[in-house]
């Protein structure tokens, strides 16, 4: 009996897919209302075991459960938009305005990134710190992109000690953020394609020059307007309570942003190297949910084990 509760509930926390705090409150008030049920079937002359199939069964389709449990308590609040959809705001800022001619301006925004992402990080994680745990990611890429300019041999030295770092850092982006919920990882990773996109479009060869900077000043609007878009997704899948759509939008939009960049690059970005793209992307859609099974922590070391009031007789604890 208690395994068979123990399992139910554990179904309900994969599925409803609640941050710490949340699941923690609706699990017990979930396991309080079965066990008073139980209670209820019990003295009217059930055994613990009809108790609590009868309970279960009037309750419905665990799936279907966890489902309504999931669109009850996913939409964010507009504060939580505002806070998630910030960075992004201001990258899109940084390229309308042309703010990043400004060397030190740049590095500032920068700092001001990663000091949010450490405060969210210490405090608890919250919801809104997942799309800035994307941009920790851009400085990762710059500075790698950065190595390949410095000559061959200190290239290739610098490389064997940022590659582990940059693996491990993008390790426990990606952990932490499907710990939470695979879609907030595809989230997170949504900018990697779109901004290397950019990159490939102003430096096909990978070389930086007049005509980079050239180009970046052509197409800083549509640069910014792709950073606007993403900051819309942000903010729709965070209001939206249907997790369905929320899967759907985002797959659908990232991959219209991508096909924006593509589009309006003018032919500087090739087929191969849009295919490729779209294989990152599709990637950042089709991992994060294999990955999921294996960072959920056990339900035990969330929330009490469940069972703690229901008295059950002697020789009736069965598994």
Sequence with gaps: ????????????????????????????????????TVEELTAAGYSPDEALTSCLNNLGSVKTLARLIYEAHSQGSWRQVLMACLPHLVFALLFTL???QHVTGVI?????????????????????IFSWLGFSLLPVLAFGIALLYLPRYWSLAAFILYFPLASWWLFRVVIETTRRDWIFASMALVPLPIAAGWFLALSPDLSLSE??????????????????????IIAVIIRVRK?????A???????????????????????????????????????????????????????????????????????
């Design 211 to 232: 005509v980079t900077l050239t180009r970046l000043e052509l197409y800083s609007p549509w640069i910014g307007l792709s950073f606007l878009i993403l900051a819309l």
């Design 98 to 100: 042309n703010w990043w």
């Design 243 to 247: 997790r369905v759509v929320r899967i």
């Design 108 to 128: 500032i925004l920068l700092g001001a990134t990663l000091s949010v992402i450490v405060y969210g990080w210490i405090h608890g994680k919250p919801n809104w």
């Design 249 to 319: 939008f985002l797959i659908t939009s990232a991959l219209l942003t991508l096909t924006m960049v593509v589009y309006y690059t003018r032919g500087y970005v090739g087929t191969l190297t849009f295919v490729g793209l779209i294989l990152i992307m599709w990637g950042i859609f089709l991992i994060p949910p294999l990955v999921e099974r294996f960072v959920r922590k056990d339900y035990r070391s969330l929330w009490k084990p469940p069972s703690r009031r229901i008295e059950i007789p002697p020789g009736d604890n069965k598994p």
């Design 1 to 36: 009996m208690i395994q068979q509760l123990a399992e139910y509930l554990e179904t309900i926390r994969r599925g409803a897919k609640l941050a710490q705090d949340e699941e923690s409150e609706v699990l017990d008030e979930l396991e309080a209302h079965i066990e008073d």
